[in-house]
C-alpha cells in the first residue's frame, strides 16, 4: 500500500481521529432517543459521520493517483512559532503587565518571524503603534483594557 | 397609495435633525467597529447601553440599526483588504474580495461592495415597506423541519465555495458543526465537551476562529514562503472604482444577490447570513465562465454583498413582527422596544407607525449615508496596502489581538485565536478549505435546535422531513446539488476551474 496523497492521507486520519474524540465524548452525554433526542444525539451523529468520512479520504489517498503524491511540503516553524509564540506571550502579557508591555512584545517578537530584522524600523513601530492602539481603544473608545503594570498603575 | 403614504410618514420622521444625527452616529460606530477586526458587538452594546435607556424608543433604535449596517459595511472592508472577515456575513466576500486585493483590485472590490450593498439596501427598503404583511405570512410556514432542510442546503451549497476534493469539504462541514457543539445545550442545560473550563460553555467565539485560521494562518503562511513566492499585495494598485468591464459583469449578480437576499432575509435567525452563502452559489453555477472564482471574480464580491445587505433589511421584519433578533445588536433593538412599552409582534406596524416606518426610512438614509463615508475611504484603504508587508502585519496582528482581548475582556480568547491559528496552518498545508468549516461552526447549533425540535414534534419520526412539502423540496435541492457537482463532465470542469495554484 503505497500513498498515493501525503496531503489526503493526514487530512483522513486527522478527521477520522477527531471524528473519534467527538463521538467517543458524545457517549458521556445522554443520548435520548428519536422523540426526545439528548445533548449527545447530534455529536455522536456528526462524530460517526465525520469517522466515516475520514476513512473515505484515507482510503482514496492510498489509492487515486495525485500529482507528484501531494506532499505536505516544509512546515514552516520560525513564523509559525514566533507569530503564535508573539500572540500568546500577549495574551499573557495583557492582563499582567498592561498594553504598553504586551503591544511592544508583540511587535518585537512577530518583526522576529521576517527576513530582515531591521531593529529601528521595528521600535519605531513598537511606539506607534502602541500610542495608536491606546488612542482608539482606551481613549476613543473607553474600553477596560489594562495600560500600565499594576506596579505603576 | 398606501405605500407611498406610509414611506411619507417614515421619512417625515427620520428627516428631522434629531434622528438624522442619531442615524450618522451610529453609522460612524458601525463602520469603526466593523473594521476594527475582534471588536464585537458585546463591547459596543456595553458602551451604549446608559445612553439607550435615556433615549427615545425612535431615536435609539434607529442609531442601533446605523450601527448594524455600519458593521457590515466594514466587516466587509476588513474581509476584503486583509482577509479577517469581522462578521459573520462576511466570510464569503473575503474570498474573492482579498484576492482582488491581492491583485490591485481593492479599489474595485471596495466600491463593488458598497455600491452593491447600497442598490440592495435601496430595493430592500422598498420590499419591505411593500410586502411586508404578506412576507410575514410566509415566514409563519416555516417550522424547525424546513428550517433544518434550509441549512442542510445551505451547507451542502457550500461546498461549492471549496476549491479542492468535495468530501474533503463535507468533512470541514462536519468538522465545523462537531466545533460549533462545543457549548451548553439549549434544550438540557447540560455543558458539552468543556472540560470543566468556563469560557468553553459558552463555545468558541467565531473571532477567534476566523482570526486564528485567517488572520494568524494567513500571515504564517505568507511568512513562511520563500520570499519570491510571496503574495503582498501589488504595488500596482488600481483605481478606486470598477473598470467599465468589470460593471457589466457585477451588475447582474447585484440584482441576482438583492433578490436572493431579500426572499432569504425574511426567514428568522440567520436568513441574511445565508443569503450571502447562497448568492455565491448562484453566481458561481450560473457563471459561464467559473474558473475565476476563488482567484477574485467581481462577481463573488457583488453578489454575497449585495445579498447580505438586502437580507439585513429584509430581517427586519421578523424582527418587528415576531420578535426574533438574529444578532446581538438586533436583540437589544428588541429589548430597547420592550423597555419603550413596544410589544414586537405583527401589530406593530399599524400601532406605532411612526416608529416602524420611521425605521424603515432610517434605514434607507443609513445606507445613503455609509455610501458617502466609505466611498472616499476606499482612497486610504488603498494607500494602506502599499505599506511594506513587514510593518503591516505586524500592524494587522496587533489590532487582531487587542480585538481578541475585548472581544470578553478574557485572555482566553487570545489563546484560542492561538490554538486556531496552528489549526488553521494545519489546514493550509493540507489543503483543507477553512471556508466551509466556518459556514458549519455558524449553522451547527441552528441546525440541532431545529433538528431535535423537529424530532420533538413528530414524536421520533425522520420522515417528518420528507412528508412536509417545504422541507422536502428543500432537501431535494440539496441532493440535486450533489448530483450535479459529482456528474462527471461538471467535474472535470470543476478541477480543471481549481488548479491549485501554490
Given at each position: 500500500m503505497k500513498i498515493k496523497s501525503q496531503r489526503d492521507f493526514a487530512s483522513g486520519i486527522m478527521f477520522l481521529a477527531v471524528g473519534l474524540a467527538f463521538a467517543i465524548g458524545a457517549t458521556t452525554y445522554s443520548f435520548g432517543n428519536s422523540a426526545?433526542?439528548?445533548?449527545?444525539?447530534?455529536?455522536?451523529?456528526?462524530?460517526?459521520?465525520?469517522?466515516?468520512?475520514?476513512?473515505?479520504?484515507?482510503?482514496?489517498?492510498?489509492?487515486?493517483?495525485?500529482?507528484?503524491?501531494?506532499?505536505?511540503?516544509?512546515?514552516?516553524?520560525?513564523?509559525?512559532?514566533?507569530?503564535?509564540?508573539?500572540?500568546?506571550?500577549?495574551?499573557?502579557?495583557?492582563?499582567?503587565?498592561?498594553?504598553?508591555?504586551?503591544?511592544?512584545?508583540?511587535?518585537?517578537?512577530?518583526?522576529?518571524?521576517?527576513?530582515?530584522?531591521?531593529?529601528?524600523?521595528?521600535?519605531?513601530?513598537?511606539?506607534?503603534?502602541?500610542?495608536?492602539?491606546?488612542?482608539?481603544?482606551?481613549?476613543?473608545?473607553?474600553?477596560?483594557?489594562?495600560?500600565?503594570?499594576?506596579?505603576?498603575? | 397609495?398606501?405605500?407611498?403614504?406610509?414611506?411619507?410618514?417614515?421619512?417625515?420622521?427620520?428627516?428631522?435633525?434629531?434622528?438624522?444625527?442619531?442615524?450618522?452616529?451610529?453609522?460612524?460606530?458601525?463602520?469603526?467597529?466593523?473594521?476594527?477586526?475582534?471588536?464585537?458587538?458585546?463591547?459596543?452594546?456595553?458602551?451604549?447601553?446608559?445612553?439607550?435607556?435615556?433615549?427615545?424608543?425612535?431615536?435609539?433604535?434607529?442609531?442601533?440599526?446605523?450601527?448594524?449596517?455600519?458593521?457590515?459595511?466594514?466587516?466587509?472592508?476588513?474581509?476584503?483588504?486583509?482577509?479577517?472577515?469581522?462578521?459573520?456575513?462576511?466570510?464569503?466576500?473575503?474570498?474573492?474580495?482579498?484576492?482582488?486585493?491581492?491583485?490591485?483590485?481593492?479599489?474595485?472590490?471596495?466600491?463593488?461592495?458598497?455600491?452593491?450593498?447600497?442598490?440592495?439596501?435601496?430595493?430592500?427598503?422598498?420590499?419591505?415597506?411593500?410586502?411586508?404583511?404578506?412576507?410575514?405570512?410566509?415566514?409563519?410556514?416555516?417550522?424547525?423541519?424546513?428550517?433544518?432542510?434550509?441549512?442542510?442546503?445551505?451547507?451542502?451549497?457550500?461546498?461549492?465555495?471549496?476549491?479542492g476534493s468535495l468530501i474533503k469539504a463535507i468533512s470541514m462541514i462536519i468538522l465545523g458543526l462537531l466545533i460549533g457543539q462545543i457549548n451548553t445545550d439549549v434544550?438540557?442545560?447540560?455543558?458539552?465537551?468543556?472540560?470543566?473550563?468556563?469560557?468553553?460553555?459558552?463555545?468558541?467565539?467565531?473571532?477567534?476562529?476566523?482570526?486564528?485560521?485567517?488572520?494568524?494562518?494567513?500571515?504564517?503562511?505568507n511568512l513562511g514562503r520563500p520570499p519570491e513566492h510571496r503574495e503582498v499585495f501589488t504595488k500596482a494598485v488600481g483605481g478606486m472604482l470598477p473598470s467599465k468591464e468589470e460593471f457589466k459583469k457585477a451588475w447582474p449578480a447585484v440584482v441576482r444577490g438583492t433578490g436572493l437576499g431579500s426572499i432569504l432575509g425574511i426567514l428568522p435567525g440567520g436568513g441574511a447570513l445565508l443569503a450571502s452563502f447562497a448568492a455565491y452559489t448562484l453566481e458561481k453555477k450560473i457563471a459561464s465562465d467559473s474558473s475565476r472564482f476563488g482567484k477574485g471574480d467581481i462577481r463573488g464580491v457583488a453578489g454575497p454583498e449585495s445579498a447580505n445587505n438586502a437580507g439585513a433589511q429584509t430581517s427586519f421584519i421578523p424582527m418587528l413582527t415576531l420578535g426574533i433578533p438574529p444578532n446581538a445588536v438586533m436583540a437589544l433593538m428588541v429589548g430597547a422596544m420592550t423597555i419603550k412599552g413596544i410589544q414586537p409582534g405583527p401589530q406593530v406596524m399599524t400601532s406605532n407607525p411612526d416608529?416602524?416606518?420611521?425605521?424603515?426610512?432610517?434605514?434607507?438614509?443609513?445606507?445613503?449615508?455609509?455610501?458617502?463615508?466609505?466611498?472616499?475611504?476606499?482612497?486610504?484603504?488603498?494607500?494602506?496596502?502599499?505599506?511594506?508587508?513587514?510593518?503591516?502585519?505586524p500592524a494587522i496582528l496587533t489590532f487582531c489581538c487587542i480585538g481578541l482581548f475585548t472581544l470578553n475582556n478574557n485572555n482566553f480568547d487570545v489563546f484560542s485565536g492561538v490554538l486556531f491559528g496552528v489549526i488553521g496552518y494545519v489546514f493550509y498545508k493540507l489543503h483543507c478549505e477553512p471556508a466551509p468549516l466556518l459556514l458549519g461552526f455558524i449553522l451547527g447549533p441552528m441546525m440541532e435546535e431545529n433538528l431535535r425540535r423537529a424530532l420533538l414534534l413528530s414524536r421520533g419520526d425522520w420522515s417528518t422531513f420528507l412528508t412536509r412539502p417545504l422541507s422536502a423540496g428543500l432537501l431535494a435541492g440539496a441532493v440535486a446539488m450533489i448530483v450535479v457537482v459529482t456528474l462527471p463532465a461538471i467535474k472535470s470542469k470543476r478541477e480543471e476551474a481549481f488548479q491549485e495554484v501554490d
Open positions: 426526545r433526542p439528548g445533548p449527545g444525539y447530534f455529536p455522536l451523529l456528526l462524530g460517526i459521520i465525520l469517522c466515516i468520512l475520514g476513512a473515505i479520504v484515507l482510503f482514496t489517498s492510498l489509492t487515486i493517483e495525485s500529482e507528484g503524491g501531494a506532499p505536505i511540503g516544509d512546515l514552516a516553524f520560525k513564523p509559525l512559532g514566533l507569530i503564535l509564540g508573539a500572540v500568546a506571550l500577549f495574551g499573557f502579557l495583557l492582563p499582567v503587565a498592561g498594553l504598553v508591555v504586551a503591544v511592544p512584545v508583540l511587535i518585537w517578537v512577530a518583526s522576529l518571524a521576517g527576513d530582515e530584522y531591521h531593529w529601528k524600523g521595528t521600535l519605531i513601530m513598537c511606539v506607534v503603534l502602541t500610542f495608536f492602539s491606546w488612542l482608539v481603544f482606551v481613549k476613543g473608545l473607553a474600553l477596560t483594557i489594562p495600560v500600565l503594570p499594576p506596579a505603576l498603575g | 397609495m398606501d405605500l407611498l403614504h406610509n414611506l411619507s410618514i417614515g421619512f417625515g420622521v427620520a428627516l428631522n435633525f434629531t434622528n438624522l444625527a442619531y442615524a450618522f452616529f451610529g453609522c460612524v460606530l458601525g463602520t469603526l467597529i466593523g473594521v476594527l477586526p475582534g471588536l464585537g458587538p458585546v463591547a459596543t452594546i456595553a458602551m451604549l447601553l446608559p445612553s439607550i435607556y435615556s433615549l427615545d424608543a425612535t431615536p435609539a433604535l434607529i442609531m442601533l440599526a446605523g450601527i448594524y449596517y455600519g458593521a457590515q459595511y466594514g466587516g466587509s472592508t476588513t474581509a476584503i483588504l486583509i482577509n479577517v472577515p469581522g462578521e459573520s456575513s462576511s466570510v464569503v466576500t473575503a474570498i474573492d474580495g482579498y484576492q482582488m486585493a491581492r491583485q490591485g483590485r481593492a479599489g474595485a472590490a471596495l466600491a463593488t461592495a458598497g455600491l452593491g450593498s447600497f442598490f440592495a439596501g435601496c430595493v430592500g427598503t422598498i420590499i419591505l415597506a411593500a410586502f411586508a404583511p404578506p412576507l410575514t405570512e410566509l415566514a409563519f410556514k416555516f417550522g424547525p423541519a424546513e428550517y433544518f432542510s434550509l441549512m442542510v442546503l445551505g451547507l451542502i451549497g457550500a461546498v461549492v465555495l471549496a476549491s434544550i438540557s442545560g447540560t455543558p458539552r465537551y468543556s472540560f470543566d473550563i468556563p469560557e468553553l460553555t459558552d463555545g468558541i467565539n467565531f473571532v477567534a476562529i476566523a482570526m486564528g485560521v485567517f488572520g494568524f494562518g494567513e500571515i504564517i503562511a416608529l416602524f416606518w420611521g425605521l424603515i426610512a432610517s434605514m434607507w438614509i443609513g445606507n445613503l449615508m455609509l455610501v458617502i463615508l466609505n466611498l472616499p475611504l476606499i482612497g486610504i484603504w488603498i494607500k494602506l496596502l502599499t505599506v511594506p508587508y513587514r510593518y503591516l502585519y
